[in-house]
């Protein structure tokens, strides 16, 4: 705790500099910074006096032979102890990315019209779990399906951690049930990739050459394909380097639309050269690399059984309707012990993006 109030010294005597607010995009950035130390701070600070009160207390009833105030004093340090245990699981997200927000995008992959169904689902699921954690939600884009659900979706999730427990997300979600859109009632199986990228700012140097962007307009489609305008403010953005395409739609003007593709594209630009660091990393270390792009982290299946596994924690439930209405703080947390027991690199720099762009 001692280094993040350092930090919290360091961003004040910061902010109260001249200069401080010429450039007022990384003005707002570190005081962001600030305000996610703080909340660290005052959360861990809290359980320490909770811990204190309630020794006092307990060594007070032990004198005066209150075994009811006793029983009490049980029962809430048993809930400090959880959570105590849950924070503890914070200090696991020590990267430098992790206390940012982040940029969830969900693409059908097989299974067709069911898949875009499924998109549809995990968007409602992410967005439900973000409430239940006190996060801000937008979209930024979607791609409506050809006759039900959602074809892509990104969203930005905003709040403390946001990057750092998101990362769980990424990879395959596959999910097995009886189709709403069969009429003979059969099971089908369908598959969505999670991409999980931090949200970045300006003041992490991604360089990019204007001259590398192939820049494209057009009209924002809503569900269906209605137009929701008349003009050309949806924006998408290629770099010609790479291959790399982001395209934004949520937003009135064209200025808006360009200024958040632009903040994906430079997420994806970073996370391409993380991960080639990462593998050169592990190969030098002699460490084996995963060829498989995409691969399988969540299973769901609604039929004949009920049950949603997380493949790598081995965690898993039969209560499905409560996950996909958000309930995921059990598998994250099993997903950040797993880690832990694996000692697996839980640095930003080995990042949770399983996919590439010409695989989707």
Not at 73 to 83: F, G, I, M, S
Not at 98 to 109: E, F, K, P, T
Not at 122 to 137: F, I, P, Q
Request: proline fraction near 3%.
């Amino acid at each position: 705790m001692a280094g993040k109030e350092q930090a919290i010294g360091q961003l004040d005597t910061r902010s109260a500099a001249p200069d401080f607010w010429d450039d007022a995009q990384a003005a707002q950035a570190a005081l962001q910074q600030r305000t996610a130390l703080q909340e660290q701070v005052d959360r861990w600070r809290s359980v320490a006096a909770g811990a204190i009160d309630l020794r006092d207390l307990y060594e007070l009833a032990q004198g005066e032979g209150d075994s009811s105030v006793m029983h009490e004093v049980a029962h809430e340090t048993a809930q400090l102890r959880d959570r105590f245990g849950k924070m503890e699981l914070d200090l696991v997200l020590n990267g430098p990315y992790d206390s940012r927000n982040a940029l969830v995008s969900i693409y059908a992959r097989e299974g067709g019209t069911e898949a875009q169904d499924w998109v549809e689902m995990l968007l409602r699921e992410v967005t439900r779990w973000a409430e239940t954690r006190g996060w801000k939600t937008e979209i930024l884009d979607l791609m409506a399906g050809d006759e039900a659900g959602i074809k892509s979706v990104t969203l930005a999730l905003r709040g403390l951690n946001g990057f750092g427990y998101s990362r769980f997300l990424a990879g395959i979600h596959r999910l097995v049930r009886i189709s709403p859109f069969d009429g003979s009632g059969r099971r089908h199986t369908s598959f969505a990739l999670m991409e999980v990228l931090p949200e970045l700012d300006n003041d992490i140097d991604v360089e990019i050459n204007p001259d590398d962007i192939k820049m494209d307009v057009f009209r924002s489609q809503g569900a269906g394909g209605q137009n929701v305008q008349k003009t050309s403010t949806a924006v998408r953005l290629t770099h010609i380097p790479t291959g790399l395409v982001v395209q934004c739609q949520n937003e009135r003007s064209q200025l808006q639309n360009r200024e958040f593709a632009m903040r994906i594209l430079r997420a994806k630009l970073w996370e391409l050269e993380a991960r080639k660091r990462s593998e050169e990393t592990a190969r030098l270390r002699g460490k084996h690399v995963d060829a498989g792009w995409g691969s399988q982290v969540l299973n769901y299946v609604l039929q004949p059984y009920k049950m949603v596994k997380d493949l790598r924690s081995g965690h898993e439930t039969s209560n499905t309707e409560a996950v996909l209405n958000g309930e995921l703080d059990p598998f994250v947390e099993a997903w950040l012990r797993w880690q832990l027991s694996e000692g697996a690199d839980l640095d930003p720099g080995a990042p949770a993006v399983p996919g590439r762009e010409e695989d989707r």
